[in-house]
């Protein structure tokens, strides 16, 4: 097999192994992986709201189905949305005290899951190696 070939494979392969990892920890909260990620942008803004668009650019999976997935969380209760007083097409998505309080159950849960993902790998090695995914993305 072509090491480019081989590379994107066990790209691929890691990726999956990493994702159902933190899915695990993710089930007993009835949250995906994209609903957790939505979740984190929120808090990422430190109580300012957020709109559907900037989500979207944020998002790790491009491809979700962001108005669902803000949907699914408002029902939850751990986010909130307002229309924008200023351009009436635009929403405010605000993370809740419910989403913080379940972010923070889940933080060393999956701090836990990333340290058993990586441990095998020196500090050095997860430096080089972050550094080789950016590249790979630019």
């Known amino acids: 097999m072509p090491p480019a070939k081989k590379t994107v494979v066990h790209m691929l392969y890691t990726g999956d192994f990493v994702l159902n990892r ?3 920890v993710l089930k007993p909260f009835e949250l995906t992986s994209q609903q957790y990620n939505v979740l984190r942008i929120l808090r990422g803004q430190k ?3 957020v709109t559907l668009s900037t989500i979207q650019e944020r998002m790790i999976n491009k491809n979700s189905n962001t108005t669902r997935l803000i949907d699914k969380l408002v029902r939850k209760k751990y986010v ?6 200023e351009n009436r097409r635009k929403l405010k998505i605000y ?12 933080d060393p849960l ?3 899951v990333e340290g058993k993902t990586t441990r095998n790998l020196s500090e050095s090695e997860l430096i080089t190696l972050n550094a080789l ?3 790979i993305r630019h």
């Open 47 to 49: 109580g300012e709201p």
């Open 80 to 85: 909130y949305r307002e229309i924008d007083k």
């Open 95 to 106: 993370l809740t005290k419910e989403g913080r309080s379940v972010l923070n159950e889940i």
């Open 22 to 24: 933190i899915n695990s």
């Open 110 to 112: 999956v701090d836990e």
């Open 133 to 135: 995914l950016e590249k």
